[in-house]
């Protein structure tokens, strides 16, 4: 493995690592930080003076605002110089400045976070990082100096004594050739915590793009069902039912008779599967009552009998509903199509801060992921609200899949599940004809 | 039966027109035809109809505002015969509905049905002489599910149910089977005691045992 950093070099052979350039890198990277360092207290100090002075003048404010943006620069030389003790590039955190003009230039950059977190870092340098490089630069180069010269400026010892120091001077500098790579390979980890883009700041973004397109997804969805209701199905109503008049009017023998039965027929059908395609788009009844009852609808037209198991404590987040919504779907016509199974249950339940959703067959088993999409579509659909989907299907059965859907936290209000809003009469009275509703002699 | 007063609620103005032409040749009288449910509950009192019938979705959320406004209006007038028309079959919908005011006068029909013309004006008049109707589609799906207390039924006790669910008479039911009226009678007994529904219970237990079978 190639080594990148100064504190990977740390773990070379010594053999290897002290004839390498790393602890050269580290004592040079030490002593530029150093120099960075003071470079900075002076021109901050500079900075804050001349604000102080100017700021009767209204430029003066000027030199505050640049006190402020100091530390994008700082952290410019830094992420230069970092380049000494740790090979991987860090790339700009900073955003494009999407209008021209220092002005505006100013302005986008004092709202980002990272110009902040730059500030902070120049503040930290040259409060005490660099005093710090500085000891240990300085407190290096005063021990090898002080041994391996002591011959030179020890003059009231004996030659064999001084020597002797200086002999030993020899593998306490070799020796110190690691806490100085250690304090490089620290400090440079320092600089890159602070200094690189944050690691997720780009997954949280593709994240949130997936979401966006999910969500976009779904409204879409809501539109073409609406649009299918609003339009389509409401005239194949009318059609219908403007045929089923027509029907009435024709006298049976009429040779106008069958075509027309033929085109209410048609017209029939039209709906019939007009209703189960609107119904696949998106269900109402999802929307209006929830998971429980969806799912229970879907259960209701299973061929198999499909017991349910829910225990959900309120709605949950749309989001949420939807995905585990078409997840059981798919699940139940995977059961349908392939198990052979006689019975299923679908359980829900939360655990913590998860949706714990199982659907459990009685049929052969050996349904394999890799076989159809079916499966891998489950998983991609979960995939983007992190959640996963598992299936336990061994030859013979039973198959058990089980998803996972992590609830969104910040969510503000779960409202809870809508209860019957039927407000039930005390007492019923009685006195409505219902002819038909006592006819049972028993 | 004729001229019973009518009042529609849909918001799609051709099938709205539609339907109140329909009901006006079989000598109905629409005294009110409105757009949203607001307007449903704003109208009932003022107009007194005999029957009412309503979309299941409306403005302006189009969810389930015509229900919601259904089982209002039978919160205030639990006698009111309300026939509700839905988009397709939701099971939760026609147990809402079923449960609300007083246990009789209640139709809960898939929108399509509009097109069989004389169906629909029969289930209409059934509704409003306080019979429940049921959509066939609905009871086609319970048919399908075998879950206490349904599953002691028989095979041919869950047809006589499912016939007692659309609304039908004893007469008809035995018509559609083929038996006779004392046959149905004695299915009907027989599935009214294993549904826990005794003799002397006073509410109407046909509908009761319509009700278990939708909540399954």
């Known amino acids: 493995m190639p080594i990148r950093t100064a504190l990977e070099a740390l773990s070379l052979r010594p053999t290897v690592f002290l004839r390498s350039a790393w602890p050269w890198l580290s004592l040079a990277y030490l ?5 960075v360092g003071w470079v900075t207290i002076l021109a901050v100090t500079s900075l804050v003076i001349a604000g102080t002075l100017l700021s009767v003048l ?7 605002v640049a006190l402020l943006l100091s530390g994008i620069v700082v952290a410019q030389v830094e992420r230069r110089r970092l380049r000494l003790v740790d090979r991987s590039e ?3 955190p900073h955003q494009p400045v999407p209008e021209p003009g220092l002005r505006a230039w100013v302005r986008f950059r004092l709202r980002e976070e990272v110009t902040w977190r730059e500030l902070g870092y120049a503040a930290l340098s040259a409060g005490l990082l660099c005093w710090m490089d500085a000891l240990v630069v300085g407190g290096v180069g005063y021990t090898v100096v002080a041994t391996l010269g002591a011959p030179w400026f020890i003059d009231d010892e004996p030659l064999h004594n001084t020597f002797l120091i200086a002999l030993a001077g020899i593998p306490l500098t070799i020796v110190l050739a690691y806490p100085i790579t250690a304090w490089a390979g620290a400090r440079a980890a320092m600089a890159r915590a602070m200094l690189a883009p944050r690691t997720d700041e780009k997954l949280v973004e593709v994240t949130r793009s997936r979401a966006r397109l999910v969500d976009a997804f779904e409204v879409e969805r809501r539109r073409i069902e609406r649009d299918l209701h609003d339009g389509a199905q409401q005239r194949l109503v009318a059609l219908s039912m403007q045929l089923g008049l027509a029907r009435l009017e024709l006298p049976p023998e009429s040779p106008a008779a069958e075509p027309i039965a033929a085109a209410h027929e048609l017209a029939k059908q039209a709906l019939t599967e007009l209703r189960e395609l609107i119904r696949g788009v998106h269900p109402q009844v999802l ?4 998971l429980a009852a969806a799912v229970g609808e879907v259960a209701s037209t299973a061929p198999i009998p499909v017991d349910l198991d829910f225990d959900l404590p309120s709605r949950l987040p749309q989001t949420v509903e939807v995905t585990a919504y078409f997840v059981t779907v798919e699940a139940l016509t995977n059961v349908a199509k392939h198990s052979g199974a006689s019975r299923a249950t679908v359980s829900a339940r ?3 801060d998860k949706l714990l959703l199982e659907v459990r067959d009685d049929g052969r088993g050996g349904a394999d992921p890799s076989a159809g999409t079916g499966l891998v579509g489950l998983a991609d659909r979960l995939a983007v ?5 598992t299936v336990s299907s061994p030859r013979g059965g039973p198959t058990v899949l089980r998803a996972e859907v992590p609830l969104p936290v910040g969510e503000e209000q779960l409202p809870p599940v809508q209860e019957k809003p039927a407000p039930r009469p005390t007492k019923p009275q009685p006195d409505r004809g219902f002819a038909s509703a006592d006819q049972e002699r028993s | 039966m004729s001229g019973l007063r009518v009042v529609i609620a849909e918001d799609g103005l051709i099938v709205r027109e539609g339907v109140a032409g329909m009901l006006r040749r079989f000598g109905h009288e629409v005294v009110a035809a409105v757009g949203d449910a607001d307007e449903l509950i704003k109208v009932v009192p003022e107009h007194k109809p005999d029957i ?11 969810s389930d505002e015509g229900l919601q406004a259904a089982i209002t209006l039978r919160a205030a007038d639990p006698q009111l015969p309300v026939l509700v028309l839905s988009q397709y079959v939701e099971q939760t919908y026609a147990a809402e509905l079923l449960d609300s005011g007083y246990m009789a006068g209640v139709g809960y029909l898939l929108k399509d049905r509009i097109g069989e013309v004389t169906e629909f004006v029969d289930a209409l008049e059934e509704v409003a002489s306080g019979r429940t109707v049921v959509d066939p589609e609905v009871v086609r799906q319970l048919l399908g599910r075998r879950r206490d207390p349904l599953h002691r039924l028989t095979a041919r006790e869950r047809e006589v149910l499912a016939l007692m669910a659309e609304g039908r008479s004893n007469a008809a039911i035995a018509r559609a089977l083929v038996v006779t009226e004392a046959a149905v009678a004695k299915h009907i ?11 002397d219970a006073d509410d109407h237990r046909r509908v009761r045992a319509v009700l278990a079978y939708l909540r399954g």
């Open chain 1, 58 to 64: 209204v430029v003066g404010f000027a030199g505050f």
């Open chain 2, 52 to 62: 009412v019938v309503t979309d299941v979705r409306m403005p302006p959320s189009f």
């Open chain 1, 350 to 352: 939360i655990l913590q």
């Open chain 1, 90 to 92: 860090i790339p700009d």
């Open chain 2, 189 to 199: 007994g027989s599935l009214l005691t294993k549904l826990d529904l005794p003799p």
């Open chain 1, 385 to 389: 609200l992190d959640g996963a989907v």
């Open chain 1, 287 to 290: 929307t209006g009552r929830g």
């Open chain 1, 31 to 35: 002593s530029v930080g150093a120099l």
